[in-house]
Nanobody, 124 residues
C-alpha cells in the first residue's frame, strides 16, 4: 500500500509562513498527480493545490498568490509553501495522490491515497 506522511505543520502568527512536506512510500505515488487538501472544523474538505507529473500546477483561488505547490520526484516528496498565512487558513492539511499523470480538479473521490494530515494554526 502507498503511504503518504505529512510534516511541517505548526502554529504561526498571521502573515507568517510555513512549508509543508509529504513523503510517499512508493515512487509511483510521487510520479503521478499529487495534491494538497485542507479541512477545518465544521467544514468540508477542500482542494488547495495540485501538481501533475510534468509540473503543471493548479492553485485554488483562495490561496493563489500566497501558496505554491511543488514536487521533488527524486525524493518522492511533495511540498506546499504557504506565505502570508491568515487565520482563515487554519485547518488540517492533507496530501493526496493518484497514479494518473494528469490532475483532474479537486474531487476527493479521484484521489486514491491520503496522508493522516498535519495541523496548521494561524493566530491573529
Amino acid at each position: 500500500q502507498v503511504r503518504l506522511v505529512e510534516s511541517g505543520g505548526g502554529s504561526v502568527q498571521a502573515g507568517g509562513s510555513l512549508r509543508l512536506s509529504c513523503t510517499a512510500s512508493k515512487y509511483a505515488a510521487s510520479s503521478g498527480c499529487m495534491a494538497w487538501f485542507r479541512q477545518a472544523p465544521g467544514k468540508e474538505r477542500e482542494g488547495v493545490a495540485s501538481i501533475d507529473s510534468y509540473g503543471f500546477t493548479n492553485h485554488a483561488d483562495i490561496v493563489k498568490g500566497r501558496f505554491t505547490i511543488s514536487r521533488d520526484n527524486a525524493k518522492n516528496t511533495l511540498y506546499l509553501q504557504m506565505n502570508a498565512l491568515q487565520p482563515e487558513d487554519t485547518s488540517m492539511y492533507y496530501c493526496a495522490a493518484v497514479g494518473g499523470r494528469f490532475c483532474h480538479g479537486f474531487a476527493i473521490s479521484t484521489y486514491d491515497f491520503w496522508g493522516q494530515g498535519t495541523q496548521v494554526t494561524v493566530s491573529s
